[in-house]
């Protein structure tokens, strides 16, 4: 395994993906454009430092940065989706890879059923969209209603919690947009 042709690769393929120049991804990552240029090149031997502002301007993990490219497209059977239940409530995720900066998950409620949610780092942003039935979500203090098509968006960093106060089954979709870490 090559580590540095697969940096170079992943780096160049990324930025071209994305439609940006060297300079435009530099500037965005806070890495001299020169030193860009040495990384799509495999010329470079970056510092840990240097590869995380990397991975955080491509909004991708260091171990995508690094690792050997992926195949363009891949299958992932239902059956291989991670699912857990918190209680009553099914909890499913809708992305079978590691997203850095974001979760996306299915919520199954039965009726009656409630759950409470997990408070993210402080600056979290998070956005409950009602797919099916009612949802009533609950944050610092104050309890919003979903119907079919509505969306809260609300801080992901204070107690919440959800429930289906229905007698059918809701479902909504959770979108977790997690702070960046700090540099």
């Not at 860009?36 to 840990?48: M, Q």
């Not at 699912?83 to 997203?99: A, D, H, Y």
Request: glycine share 8%; aromatic share 4%; charged share 20%.
């Amino acid at each position: 395994m090559d580590v540095s042709a697969n940096l170079a690769n992943n780096i160049k393929q990324l930025r071209e993906a994305r439609g940006l120049t060297q300079a435009q991804l530099s500037k965005q990552a806070g890495v001299p454009r020169p030193t860009w240029a040495n990384l799509e090149s495999g010329a470079a031997n970056p510092t840990l430092s240097v590869l995380i502002k990397v991975a955080n301007a491509l909004s991708i993990s260091i171990e995508e940065l690094v690792g050997p490219p992926r195949a363009s497209a891949k299958h992932y059977p239902a059956a291989s989706i991670p699912i857990r239940k918190r209680g009553k409530v099914t909890v499913r995720k809708l992305l079978p890879e590691v997203t850095a900066g974001f979760v996306l998950e299915k919520l199954e409620l039965p009726p009656g059923s409630s759950m409470t949610g997990v408070p993210h780092t402080p600056g979290t942003r998070e956005y409950l969209t009602c797919e099916a039935g009612t949802v009533e979500l609950s944050e610092s203090g104050q309890v919003w209603t979903l119907e079919t098509g509505d969306v809260v968006v609300f801080r992901g960093d204070q107690k919440h919690g959800y429930r289906n106060p229905g007698r059918r089954k809701a479902i909504a979709y959770s979108v977790v947009a997690l702070a960046p870490v700090a540099r």
